[in-house]
């Protein structure tokens, strides 16, 4: 039976590269790229069709960042299939990233340095704001949209006698010191994006809790630092092209540079011949390339708990009610009590 793989954000960088390599793993995939720019997601389509020009690609309008639109793509896809065998959360965005140079400086004379490199500790912050949801735009994208959509699709996703999986793009800048769970959006922090690869991981250890006895499976992974579009809005591109011997230079001490999109999806393309049950809930999977160019994968604990990750899944249950109330009084006040 061909199996059914929906990559969110797949127009460019890392979910890019990882249509292609799974179309070349599996040429009887049915496909779907889901994206919040149609135009984008056509060139990213026609791209796939020239080196796999029979491949089923399908595209699906979805803005992660929009409840509407989260909820319009999920109903969708309902229509369209009948089941998921892998939904891979990759969109993520980092709005007006600022580097803390002294603090880089200071970091590259000190025992912390590879630390630094591998996980950008202390080095960045964000401008994040509210988005027409009423909700921080990061913490939405990263992470809210994506929870909104897999509880949408939770009838192909649950119970449909076959394992599904969700595979997180999180990262190796989320930490737990800029999380908090009395504000779990991040709304007064300078580390919004942080936080929120933080919070992915901690729901996808709450979802392998609640989920897993219906079939279900959560994974998470850090495609390693990539040259994307993500990172030419921290420094432009020609200042990346500029530095990249430095980069592979540092590389052979942290192999967390893994620098182009196709060796960032390793670990998503690794998890894809996984069986679910040989997998880690706690275990972040890492894409991984050496000083010599070979790319692995390494599973390394996330320093998550149990009794966090269960607070913020309550809390996110609650948040997701509060804004299916809001959706329906809308509805309600835009076309009355008729059926829609
Ligand atoms: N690059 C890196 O070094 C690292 C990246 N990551 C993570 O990997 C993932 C992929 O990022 P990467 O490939 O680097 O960056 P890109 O910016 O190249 O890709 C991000 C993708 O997400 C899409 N996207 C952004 N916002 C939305 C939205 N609201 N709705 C739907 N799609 C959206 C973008 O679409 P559009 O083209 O329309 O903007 C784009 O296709 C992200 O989650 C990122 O956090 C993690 C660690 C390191
Ligand atoms: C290498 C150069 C000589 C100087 C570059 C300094 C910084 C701009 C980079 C050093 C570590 C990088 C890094 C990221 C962004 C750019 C750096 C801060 C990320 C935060 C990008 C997004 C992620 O999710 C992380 C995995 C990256 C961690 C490393």
């Known amino acids: 039976m061909e199996k059914v ?5 797949a127009n460019s960088g890392v979910g890019l590269a990882l249509c292609e390599r799974l179309l070349t793993e599996d040429s009887q995939l049915r496909l779907c790229l889901a994206c919040r720019n149609m135009q984008r997601a056509q060139a990213a389509r026609s791209a796939l069709l020239t080196s796999h020009n029979n491949a089923n690609i399908d595209l699906l309008h979805l803005d992660v960042g929009s409840v509407e639109s989260v909820l319009a793509a999920a109903q969708e896809v309902k229509a369209r299939y009948n089941r998921i065998d892998f939904l891979y959360l990759n969109a993520g ?3 007006n990233p600022q580097i803390d140079f002294k603090a880089f400086f200071k970091g590259l004379f000190s025992k912390n340095v590879i630390n630094m490199f591998a996980t950008a500790e202390g080095l960045l912050s964000q401008q994040d704001r509210l988005n027409s949801d009423g909700l921080q735009e990061v913490f939405a994208t990263n992470l809210f949209g994506h929870f909104l959509l897999i509880r949408e699709l939770e009838p192909l996703l649950c119970g449909t006698g076959d394992t599904s999986r969700v595979v997180w793009s999180s990262s190796s800048n989320a930490r737990r010191s800029a999380f908090n769970i009395d504000d779990m959006q991040h709304s007064s922090g300078t580390e919004p994006y942080s936080s929120s690869k933080y919070a992915v991981d901690l729901l996808s250890l709450a979802l392998n809790r609640h989920k897993n006895n219906q079939g279900l499976f959560s994974s998470v992974i850090c495609p390693g630092l990539v040259m994307t579009n993500l990172t030419y809005g921290i420094l432009p591109s020609f200042f990346w092209t500029l530095i ?3 980069m592979w230079l540092i590389r052979i001490f942290t192999n967390t540079f893994t620098l182009t999109p196709y060796n960032g999806a390793e670990a998503q393309h690794w ?3 996984q069986k679910p049950e040989s997998l880690d809930p706690r275990a972040k999977y890492h894409s991984l390339t050496s000083g010599l160019g070979k790319n692995y994968v390494e599973s390394r604990q996330m320093d998550i708990d149990d009794e966090m990750s269960d607070v913020l899944y ?3 249950i609650e948040l997701e009610q509060e804004v299916r109330s809001k959706v329906s009084k ?4 835009k076309y009355g009590n008729r059926e829609r």
């Open 271 to 273: 998890l894809f011949l």
């Open 244 to 246: 990249m011997p430095i």
């Open 5 to 9: 793989v929906i990559v969110t954000g």
């Open 93 to 95: 965005i980092m709005p």
């Open 330 to 333: 809308a509805n309600t006040a």
């Open 314 to 316: 309550s809390n996110i």
